[in-house]
Structure formats: structure tokens, C-alpha cells
């Protein structure tokens, strides 16, 4: 249930509101809108009247019901504002969000040596990238694949952080992982096949660092939700949600199907920024500028591009991996959709 204040609602007034409902033995959450403040209600709310809820304040506008399984990661509760992520990086601060030009995050698919890792960082940030994306730790079909060098590669990270003053991302796949990933990444990543590892969502919930939570490869759009609510729940707002394909019927021309879709979707049932990454979407290189520029024209408010400075010779995912003069020129392009549609920072890619 959402308790939504009128304009100029007095704080000592929203704070006896909020003492008075936690009474009620529900738990008020305050989300203070550009207009309005809104009160969110987790609890047992499907006996209270929304009428009789009204009449304790003459200052509440009105309350509604949520009626999605989500509560904190629907549109409703923060009646209809989308959210922002500000993430500080070592260069300042990064918003992801529908009224701020889109964030590129780009990089290898595994970390692999220091020289690889700094290299492609630079690269990247010169194109215009505002993160650093490189796994550590490695989510593989086969135990005889590369598993990433684990610890070794955050150390590589925050040299790479260091070096370029790019925000790192990077997966954990492991709650026991959790805080030493969280010590050098800016945002932890939970991949596709974590969606729904429940004990990671509520360990990532509990901790400050925003969350990356890419869709599961046969995850539905509810479900997914439901997991970013999981994180939400744990008393983490900060979630990005990242499409990066689903499993269909097509599995010979494309790794993944991309489903671009989700963003008109997403808009209408939350308010969480919105990433798409391409390049586990379609599985080959080639076919990843034509789905990031779809992507921004669509309204991704992030893209997620891997990129290594020799593809042929990467340990994961070379066939979707663009080179770093590929990125460059695909950047370039982007320029030009980010500027059409509103969303491109002219500061942050002074040198494209
Ligand atoms: C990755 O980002 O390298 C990765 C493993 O992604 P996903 O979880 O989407 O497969
Ligand atoms: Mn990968």
C-alpha cells in the first residue's frame, strides 16, 4: 500500500503519520519524490481499509493499494517517479536513470592479466565508457572451462580503477564472496544464473554497494522483478535491472534473443533504471552495435558491451567481444542516437 502526502506536507506531521502506522504493525518507508513525498507500506495490508487510513491525517492526498506481488520494485511505490543509481567513481559520480544521459559500461568478460585488464580499461574510458566491466569470478557451463582467477582479478580491478578512474563492476557468485567483492567493485553484478539464488540476493540486499541484477535466461519479467524486490526487501534500493537475452526457440543465428521489449515494459511496472547488454544477447560481435543502437533509441538508460584487446585469444566469450577500436567507432554512433533522443553526455565524450 503507498500513502501518498499532499505538496507541502509538514515533516513533523509525516513523522507522526509514520510512528502511527508502525503501531498498525506496518513497516512505513519514506520516499521523498521531486513533488511529493510517498509513503511505502510492507506489511499486512489486505485487511486495512484505504479509506480508514486516509482519515489519520488530513495532509495524506491518497492511499492506494499495490496490487503487483512486487511492492518497493513497482512504478506505484513511488507513484510513478522513476528511481536514480548514483554510484561515485573515482572520476565522480554516475547516475543511471531515465532523465540522465546513458552509462557504458565496458570491458572483458574475465579478467585475465594485469596488462590485458589496465589496457582495455583505458581504451574504454577514451571511448567514453564510465565503468569497467571484467569477471572475477566465472559462471561456466563446463567445470573444464576458465573459472576466472578469483581473488587475484579484484586486485587487478582496483588496479585497473586506479589506473583509468573508471567505476568497476563485477559478478559475485558466492555469498561468502559478497564483502570482498564489495571492497573494490562500485556495483556488484548478479548474473543471469544467480537471478534467483535467493541467499545472494538477501546477502547483496544487505550490503551498500548497488546491485547489477541481470535477468535470468529463462527468467519472466515478474520473476525478475521479484528478485530485484528481494534485494529492495534486504533495505538496498539501489538496483539495476539488465536484460541480456533469453532462451527461445532460435539458439543457431543468436546466442541469446535479445529482448528489447522489456523496455517499454519495464517503464510501465517499475521504476528501476534499465541496462541492455548486447553482447551476451546476440553471442557474436558482429551483430552488437546494431542491437546496442536499438537499445538507446529504445530508451536503455545503461548498455553493457564486452570488449578485449584480442578477441580470438580471450579465455570467455571472444565471439562477442568488440575490439577496443570497434567500441570506439561504435561509440561514435551512439553519439548520435544518445543525442537524438536526449540522452548523451556532451561533457563525458568531449574526446569522441
Ligand atoms: C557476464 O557478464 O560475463 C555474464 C556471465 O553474464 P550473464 O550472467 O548475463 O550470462
Ligand atoms: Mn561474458
Known amino acids: 500500500m503507498i500513502v501518498v502526502m499532499k505538496i507541502g506536507s509538514p515533516e513533523a506531521e509525516i513523522d507522526r503519520i ?17 513533488h511529493k513525498v510517498v509513503m511505502g507500506l510492507v506489511g499486512d495490508t489486505a485487511s486495512l481499509d484505504p479509506l480508514q487510513l486516509q482519515e489519520i491525517s488530513p495532509w495524506i492526498e491518497r492511499v492506494l493499494r499495490v496490487e503487483k506481488p512486487y511492492k518497493r520494485a513497482s512504478l506505484e511505490f513511488r507513484n510513478g517517479e ?37 589496457e582495455t580499461a583505458k581504451r574504454v574510458k577514451a571511448a567514453g565508457a564510465s565503468f569497467l566491466r571484467g569477471g572475477a569470478y566465472k559462471p561456466r557451463t563446463s567445470p573444464y572451462s576458465f573459472q576466472g582467477h578469483g581473488e587475484s582479478a579484484l586486485g ?41 539464488n535467493f541467499p ?19 527468467a519472466t519479467i515478474d520473476e525478475w522483478l521479484m528478485a530485484a524486490e528481494y534485494v529492495l526487501a534486504a533495505g538496498n534500493s539501489n538496483v539495476i535491472l539488465c536484460e541480456r537475452g533469453v532462451r ?15 523496455l517499454p515494459v519495464l517503464r510501465s511496472l517499475t521504476h528501476l533504471p534499465i541496462a541492455i547488454d548486447p553482447s551476451h ?35 570467455s566469450d571472444g565471439p562477442q567481444s568488440l575490439t577496443p577500436e570497434r ?26
Not at 509514520?18 to 521531486?34: D, N, R
Not at 561515485?88 to 590485458?116: K, L, Q, R, W
Not at 586506479?162 to 559475485?172: K, N
Not at 545472494?200 to 529463462?218: C, E, I, N, T, Y
Open 18 to 34: 509514520s510512528e502511527e502506522l508502525k503501531e498498525w504493525g506496518l513497516t512505513p518507508e519514506k520516499i521523498v519524490g521531486k
Open 82 to 118: 522513476p528511481s536514480e543509481v548514483i554510484v561515485s567513481t573515482p572520476d565522480g559520480s554516475v547516475t543511471f536513470g531515465i532523465n540522465h544521459p546513458v552509462v557504458t559500461i565496458a570491458g572483458p568478460c574475465s579478467v585475465e592479466n594485469e596488462a590485458m585488464i589496465i
Open 156 to 196: 587487478l580491478l582496483a588496479a585497473a580503477r586506479e589506473a583509468s578512474g573508471l567505476g568497476i563492476i563485477t559478478e559475485v557468485m558466492d555469498t561468502a564472496d559478497v564483502d570482498k567483492v564489495a571492497e573494490v567493485a562500485d556495483i556488484l553484478q548478479v548474473g543471469a544464473r544467480n537471478m534467483q
Open 200 to 218: 545472494l540476493l538477501k546477502k547483496v540486499g544487505a550490503q551498500d554497494k548497488p546491485v547489477f541484477l541481470k535477468r535470468g535466461m529463462s
Open 248 to 262: 527461445t526457440f532460435e539458439r543457431k543465428y543468436a546466442r541469446n534473443t535479445l529482448d528489447l521489449a522489456v
Open 281 to 315: 544477447g546476440t553471442g557474436k560481435a558482429e551483430y552488437v552495435p546494431s542491437m546496442a543502437k536499438a537499445a538507446i533509441a529504445a530508451g536503455a538508460d545503461s548498455l553493457m558491451i564486452e570488449v578485449h584487446p584480442n578477441p580470438a585469444k580471450a579465455l
Open 327 to 352: 567500441f570506439d567507432g561504435l561509440m561514435r554512433e551512439l553519439k548520435v542516437i544518445g543525442k537524438a533522443v536526449g540522452r548523451w553526455s556532451v561533457e563525458r565524450v568531449a574526446a569522441v
